[in-house]
């Protein structure tokens, strides 16, 4: 199996480099995420990019570009390599003859956090952890209550408890430990936290470690691949912590020091919702950092993120890709769903309904120009909602 050429994290703020064989969180000083580094030089070297398209399909084909080093650890319930669905007749309705949707239903556990989870799970495995806690909207949860099953450790998770029934039965069913919260996943972020001290349980929380990133990134990673080593012109995606936004862009950023993409870069697009966009809110006001949105509330529970700890690396994608942050009504989250269902024969979450949303205003408005080929990305299945 290719190994892994990981080299070290880096702290995005300050530059601060960190011993990536040692556990590790975040940068305190700066208060930011760790990003893992690789020695590109080396992989552009031994590795064609043909070489991983010739491998079995997986999240680990891409393992120099993952930081797990020795192959038995490298868990997999079958994740990755999800279907880019051709949607004509919507394509059609909205005047654009290459739009698409990047469908992660087919993940274990049924949504995109399966990709983060598994490598984080992993790495922390490798690393010699054996015990995990996590806030959660739903999806998180249920993916690492199933990764650590599989890994033979033991998860703890925090939920709200309006969370969708599946994602509570999913955690419950894994033999993982579910406390239902009164309250956001915020709120589940603090009693996480406060249950966790002096235990040796490792948070795994979004950005609270560098390697959900990692697991997430490879979303990008198959989409080059998808288009023939070519990106998008636009990239629209549901934004509640970011993780897979910020992995897009990192990816993207690899494929370039490799040689196996040009220059060019997909306008990204975060999707929040009203009754919860401090994302979108930061954007337009043109501030550097977000401030947490108070009251929030939407039907989409993966949107439902008061504030993201990533904030600085999630706007700073939005504007060196030239893209733009949109928050769209649940009125609308709801209707689009419907017509993903009766156009396209898929069942979204609202999350990923809330792509297509923001794709009518975007193109109601010619920010999405009809010569374009434009990404959605459904993150889960909407099975879990009903």
Same mark, same amino acid.
């Given at each position: ?301 993966? @949107?439902?993120? !008061?504030?993201?700890? =990533?904030?600085?690396?999630? %706007? $700073?994608? #939005? *504007?060196?890709? &030239? ?23 898929? @069942?979204?979450? !609202?999350?990923?309904? =809330?792509?297509?949303?923001? %794709? $009518?205003? #975007? *193109?109601?408005? &010619? ?20």
């Amino acid at each position: 199996m290719p190994a892994s050429a990981l080299t070290h994290l880096e702290c995005p703020e300050c530059r601060r480099k960190f011993n990536a064989a040692r556990v590790q969180n975040t940068c305190e000083a700066c208060r930011s995420p760790l990003l893992a580094r690789y020695d590109l030089e080396k992989i552009a070297r031994q590795v064609r990019r043909e070489d991983v398209s010739a491998r079995p399909r997986g999240l680990w084909r891409w393992a120099e570009l993952l930081p797990v080093r020795r192959e038995k650890f490298r868990l997999t319930l079958g994740e990755g390599d999800t279907p880019l669905l051709p949607a004509v007749r919507l394509g059609q309705a909205l005047g654009l003859a290459q739009l698409f949707i990047k469908d992660e239903t087919t993940n274990p556990t049924g949504s995109f956090k399966a990709r983060g989870l598994c490598v984080a799970v992993a790495r922390a495995l490798e690393l010699g952890l054996r015990e995990f806690v996590v806030p959660t909207a739903g999806n998180a949860g249920g993916a690492l209550a199933f990764y650590a099953a599989r890994g033979g450790a033991k998860a703890h998770v925090f939920m709200p408890k309006d969370a969708p029934r599946a994602n509570q039965e999913e955690v419950r069913l894994s033999g993982a430990d579910l406390v239902l919260v009164d309250g956001l996943i915020s709120d589940a972020a603090r009693l996480a936290a406060e249950t966790a001290k002096g235990k040796r349980w490792f948070d795994v929380s979004t950005f609270r470690e560098p390697y959900r990133c990692e697991g997430k990134k490879t979303m990008g990673l198959e989409l080059a691949e998808a288009f023939g080593w070519e990106l998008p012109d636009v990239i629209i995606y549901p934004t509640g912590g970011g993780t897979g936004l910020v992995g897009m862009w990192k990816a993207f950023e690899e494929l370039e020091a490799l040689g196996w993409i040009g220059s060019k870069r997909p306008r990204m697009v975060s999707v929040q919702s009203e009754g919860c966009a401090p994302v979108v809110r930061a954007f337009q006001s043109g501030a550097e950092r977000t401030e947490a949105w108070v009251n929030a509330e939407t039907i989409a529970a993966g @949107l439902q993120v !008061p504030n993201a700890f =990533a904030d600085r690396l999630i %706007l $700073r994608a #939005l *504007r060196e890709s &030239g893209g733009t942050a949109v928050a769209v009504p649940d009125e609308e989250i709801l209707s689009a769903r419907d017509d993903l269902a009766r156009t396209e024969g898929l @069942l979204a979450c !609202p999350e990923g309904a =809330a792509t297509l949303a923001a %794709l $009518r205003h #975007l *193109r109601a408005n &010619g920010w999405v120009r009809e010569n374009e080929t434009v990404v959605l990305f459904n993150t889960g299945a909407g099975l879990k909602y009903i």
